[in-house]
């Protein structure tokens, strides 16, 4: 006798089919998942644009990839550093409200061929002498939303993501406006072009760079300002150079640059402190004995050649670190004459914190220990590195034939 091969019903199999299907599908989507390069930026980009509508106060509608550069908007209600914190480059802060600050805050009065907003600031000069800072205390100055872009945030490893991202770049701006776009290290992502071998994908990304920066400068009216830093402006392409219409020198500090910059720190901690933070002779920059009549703050500046002023805040942490250090010295002191353990101390040991005053004394400890970045300044004084020709002198020559000439295109 055949014996019969009992077979499911038609709709068991019909759900086996689904499930393996959708088994396919889920492991498809974890897979996607899992080699989606820019699943943590999607993130947390889309928690950042969403604080940004928040914070706009309307609906902000971004793409894909505004998303992923809404991660570097920084709203000017949360930077931290004041055009009056920018110590020692009044010139140059004088001439930025001429030409950036003015124009965005009043785009109506700046319509015309000859008044008219500058589109492109380059900030160069040595490492550490407050480019960037300067850039932001533009933007909250201004009330400028602040866009920071960097070589990494738009060199993608997809083919044809970097042309997107460029592209996010300037249409984010637009909806932010007023906006900063700014291109910190200039030079590694808009560098000479055809150096090195470059990738023709490279080269493209650049190219179309410069072609949206164009469009934006055809179109009057519109709130958006691109601004560079580097330490290497002979390496950044000429082509870049000419768009950047505005180039400022940001050097190494002069003797009253760094007077200035000393001051304003000291202030601020003394502030910061109630009042109480930094003897008399320092605030009011009164001479002690032993000093010929110069200042105390003075004398700080005349032994700080070839510092930055990174360097000076660095200084002036040091300097700081010494009062905290004797503080807690007595606290251990006296926490072992009384038979308990330092490592046990608590806030209620402790008490309220009363600390001395900071001194000339504690900068002329610090002065043993705080060295400028030489190498930093003696690099950017050198010539070009990479099979540069150009000198510093030399490529002021050549930003004041570009200035000559006019803005141009590649």
């Known amino acids: 006798m055949t014996s019969k091969v009992s077979r499911a019903p038609l709709w068991v199999e019909l759900v086996k089919q689904a499930v393996a299907i959708g088994g396919l599908l889920l492991s498809l989507k974890i897979c996607m998942q899992y080699l989606d390069p820019y699943k943590e930026q999607r993130e947390k980009a889309k928690k950042r644009a969403a604080f940004l509508k928040k914070s706009l106060g309307k609906a902000l509608e971004l793409d894909?990839?505004?998303?992923?550069?809404?991660?570097?908007?920084?709203?000017?209600?949360?930077?931290?550093?004041?055009?009056?914190?920018?110590?020692?480059?009044?010139n140059i802060v004088q001439e930025l409200e001429l030409k950036v600050l003015y124009p965005?805050?009043?785009?109506?009065?700046?319509?015309?061929?000859?008044?008219?907003?500058?589109?492109g600031v380059l900030f160069y000069g040595p490492p550490g002498t407050g480019k960037t800072m300067l850039a932001k205390a533009l933007a909250k100055q201004s009330g400028c939303y602040f866009l920071n872009i960097t070589a990494s945030s738009i060199m993608s490893k997809w083919l044809g993501d970097a042309s997107r991202?460029?592209?996010?770049?300037?249409?984010?701006?637009?909806?932010?406006?007023?906006?900063?776009?700014?291109?910190?290290?200039?030079?590694?992502?808009?560098g000479k072009r055809g150096m090195n071998q470059e990738h023709e994908a490279t080269l493209q990304v650049k190219t179309e760079f410069m072609q949206l920066w164009d469009g934006m400068e055809s179109n009057r009216g519109q709130r958006v300002v691109v601004m560079g830093?580097?330490?290497?402006?002979?390496?950044?392409?000429?082509?870049?150079?000419?768009?950047?219409?505005?180039?400022?020198?940001?050097?190494?500090?002069?003797k009253t640059q760094r007077l200035a910059i000393l001051r304003g720190y000291l202030a601020r901690h003394h502030n910061e402190m109630g009042d109480q933070g930094v003897s008399d002779e320092l605030m009011m920059d009164a001479p002690?004995?032993?000093?010929?009549?110069?200042?105390?703050?003075?004398?700080?500046?005349?032994?700080?050649?070839?510092?930055?002023?990174?360097?000076?805040?660095?200084?002036?942490?040091?300097?700081?670190?010494?009062?905290?250090?004797?503080?807690?010295?007595?606290?251990?002191?006296?926490?072992?004459?009384?038979?308990?353990?330092?490592?046990?101390?608590?806030?209620?040991?402790?008490?309220?914190?009363?600390?001395?005053?900071?001194?000339?004394?504690?900068?002329?400890?610090?002065?043993?220990?705080?060295?400028?970045?030489?190498?930093?300044?003696?690099?950017?004084?050198?010539?070009g590195a990479s099979g540069s020709n150009l000198s510093v002198p030399e490529f002021l020559n050549l930003i004041m034939k570009m200035a000559a000439a006019g803005n141009g295109s590649s």
């Open 64 to 90: 894909e990839f505004e998303q992923l550069l809404a991660a570097n908007v920084i709203n000017p209600r949360h930077i931290d550093v004041t055009i009056e914190e920018v110590n020692g480059l009044d």
């Open 104 to 119: 965005l805050q009043k785009p109506e009065l700046y319509c015309t061929t000859l008044w008219k907003q500058a589109k």
């Open 165 to 190: 991202l460029v592209r996010a770049v300037f249409t984010l701006a637009q909806k932010l406006q007023p906006c900063i776009i700014f291109i910190d290290e200039v030079d590694a992502m808009l």
């Open 229 to 254: 830093a580097t330490n290497r402006p002979w390496m950044v392409d000429e082509a870049v150079l000419r768009r950047f219409s505005t180039q400022y020198e940001i050097g190494l500090p002069t």
């Open 288 to 383: 002690d004995t032993g000093t010929l009549g110069v200042g105390a703050v003075s004398w700080i500046a005349a032994n700080t050649e070839g510092f930055s002023g990174s360097d000076l805040v660095e200084l002036c942490s040091n300097a700081a670190q010494r009062v905290l250090s004797e503080y807690w010295t007595e606290q251990r002191q006296a926490a072992q004459s009384r038979g308990e353990e330092p490592s046990t101390l608590t806030a209620a040991d402790v008490g309220e914190v009363r600390v001395r005053v900071l001194t000339k004394l504690d900068f002329e400890e610090a002065l043993k220990v705080t060295h400028p970045s030489v190498h930093k300044a003696e690099e950017y004084q050198a010539k």
